[in-house]
């Protein structure tokens, strides 16, 4: 899968650097290692109700109804979910490995404390999903529409969101490396005690931070973008502006 250049588009380095005679320039951010996912052909799933700690191995879940169901602690590794439905579906602690999901649609969905290891997930359609002290690695949020995700205390390294809407995420205490947002709508987000490093906003087409301004060391934003936020920021700083 094609990856974003980065370039010189960082902090700037150079000639304007602090340069000279062994000196260091300013560092490069870092892109995204998206996934690079390869399904076997997949096997359909057999039907019945997900089991707590099940293990879920190359097969294909296309249209279910899993509203309610209880499968936390399962292990889902090549594995294609499609079109599924997740109200209240408690997959708390759960595995998600090497695999696409698409279409999802729920609300109220506990993933809490669950990892998600080389992932797609495509046009979801969720709200109030539960994600925090969760852990996302080469993971790509593509399309859809996210309604109050919760993300708090949950550690983000190497994660793309691409062309979707996330509608008042929480990332309290989160800890986001690597992470890109592109031509994605980011509206009243939460950065609450959150941690950056290498953090990409230069792509969001809408970017609302509602709370923890003050955590956006660490990210990097447009020109835009730093006169869009300049009343929060200022607020922030107990800077009082008057014409």
Do not use: W
């Not at 899968?1 to 000196?23: L, N």
Request: proline letters at 2%; glycine letters at 16%.
């Amino acid at each position: 899968m094609a990856r974003r250049a980065t370039g010189g588009t960082g902090a700037a380095g150079g000639a304007g650097g602090r340069g000279g005679a062994g000196g260091t320039g300013a560092t490069a951010l870092k892109a995204a290692r998206r996934p690079e996912i390869r399904l076997p052909a997949l096997e359909p799933f057999g039907g019945g109700e997900l089991a707590p700690d099940g293990d879920y191995d190359g097969l294909e879940l296309r249209e279910l109804d899993l509203a309610g169901q209880d499968g936390g602690g399962a292990r889902f590794m090549d594995c294609a979910l499609t079109g599924c439905a997740l109200d209240e579906t408690r997959l708390h602690h759960a595995r998600v490995l090497d695999s696409v999901l698409t279409g999802l649609r729920g609300v109220g969905t506990d993933l809490a404390d669950s990892t998600f290891r080389d992932v797609e997930v495509v046009d979801a359609r969720l709200g109030g999903t539960q994600l925090h002290g969760a852990v996302l690695e080469r993971v790509v949020i593509r399309g859809g529409k996210i309604d109050y995700l919760n993300l708090r205390t949950a550690k983000l390294k190497d994660v793309v969101f691409e062309s979707c809407v996330l509608v008042e995420p929480d990332f309290g205490g989160a800890r986001l490396e690597r992470v890109e947002f592109v031509d994605c709508a980011l509206r009243q987000a939460d950065l609450t005690g959150a941690v950056l490093k290498d953090v990409d906003l230069r792509g969001a087409a809408e970017l609302d931070i509602a709370r923890g301004v003050d955590r956006l060391a660490g990210s990097t934003i447009s020109p835009a973008q730093l006169v869009d936020l300049a009343a929060v920021l200022a607020g922030e700083l107990g800077i009082r502006v008057e014409g």
